[in-house]
């Protein structure tokens, strides 16, 4: 008897932002498959009956190749099993998940997603930064930092003037905000790099187009981060002792972005 696969989008890294419905397929999976972004500190307690296998991969060091985590669902699938792959975030965003949904239908195995919180809008969020705000941003755009953009995607993000998030963005800052200064974004537009979002060590840099580089060196930032640029990251609230201050900002950035 064939077993049968869902793709469960794991959130942003801490059980807490698991949905129901993921941390029901857990509960009732033969074998999980996980990704290292993933929240796999207490898989053993969320999937008390399945063999737990680790397909992590390393930014430079892939573990396995994407080529293999999918026969190794296929094959665990075509063995009678109820697969979960377990990815970071959302399956359906910068993660591969129609690639690994496309290879359970070339093998005729049953396939359903479940989608998860991703890190571009959970980890800002993290930090205090709203990636909207009436009056300041009314758009935001997701972009990866794996590829270089090309001069016409840099132009149309520069010219779009919402929120720019980066997700896999830590080995790029330096020529994507180039290209975006480049491009006519202004150098003094507020940047946030937020690591290790909802993980012990959460940390916030920020800066500007123009000096966040430099920050980020002096600070040895490192992946996994998000990156924000926007007038948003001027909203960042992370307490309540700010409060004056922060609604003061917020009235004044709304006047000036009408
Ligand atoms: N599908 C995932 C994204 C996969 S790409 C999602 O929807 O979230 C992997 C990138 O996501 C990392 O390089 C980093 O930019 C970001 N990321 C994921 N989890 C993160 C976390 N806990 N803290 C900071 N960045 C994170």
Redesign the pocket.
Known sequence: MTGRVTLV?GG??TDDLLTVAAVRALAAADVVLYDR?APHARLAEHAPNAELIDVGKR?GHHAIPQSEIEALIVGHAEAGARVVRL?????Y???R?SEEVLACHRAGIPVEVVP?V???VA?PAAAGIPLTHRGVSHLFTVV?GHAPLTEAELTHLAGLGGTIV?????SALPSLTAGLARAGLDAEMPVAI??????AG?RTTTGTLSDIVGAAGRAQVA????VVIGEVVRLAHDGEADSLALIDRAARLAAVFP
């Open positions: 989008g942003p890294g972004l930014p990815k970071g975030g959302d399956p965003v910068l993660g998940g998860g991703t890190s571009a980890v990866s980066v997700l896999m963005g830590v937020i690591e290790r979002g909802f993980q959460q992946s996994p981060a998000v």
